[in-house]
């Protein structure tokens, strides 16, 4: 806990993703009080033909434009000409239901911050979900983390 995967677009170099992968788990540690050992990030990149939005696709040369519409009956958009989308992110988290909402805030604005910069997605490119669960629904070398042992336990290989 947590598994932290990102969705993007391949526009980040090998260093870069480790680069990610480094500071995603440095933020979780410190801000979320969790040991290094139990955070996993995962990257899976899809191709522009593969990602689709505001009933868009992103190898549309008017995606930038499409994808921002917010009335899909007149087809209004917030887009402006000087705003290129070079990125898009989504992160799926799934971690155990213990944080309070101001430390979720937190984290997903430093989270959308670190992901933009390293996915060269806009702001607004960058959709961030986390799902929580209890920590009986979590596992690892065989053990849930309902134990209270869990951490020790979950260390044996």
């Known amino acids: 806990m947590p598994l932290i995967e990102l969705n993007t677009w391949p526009t980040m170099s090998t260093?870069?993703?480790k680069e990610f992968i480094y500071t995603i788990t440095e933020l979780t540690t410190k801000l979320?009080?969790?040991v290094p050992d139990k955070i996993q990030v995962l990257i899976k990149e899809l191709e522009k033909e593969n990602w689709g939005k505001a009933g868009a696709v992103a190898i549309d040369t008017t995606f930038a434009e499409k994808s921002r519409m917010v009335d899909w009956d007149?087809?209004?958009s917030y887009h402006s000409p000087d705003s290129n989308i070079d990125g898009m992110a989504i992160i799926k988290i799934d971690i155990w239901n213990t944080f309070d909402q101001d430390i979720k805030d937190k984290w997903v604005n430093q989270l959308t911050q670190i992901t933009s910069k390293y996915t060269h997605a806009p702001l607004d490119k960058v959709l961030i979900v986390i799902r929580e669960m209890i920590p009986g629904n979590w596992g690892q070398s065989g053990?849930?983390?309902a134990d209270k042992d869990f951490l020790s336990k979950s260390r044996t290989f």
């Open 74 to 76: 007149t087809k209004e």
């Open 15 to 17: 260093e870069e993703k």
């Open 143 to 145: 053990v849930t983390g």
């Open 32 to 34: 979320l009080k969790i």
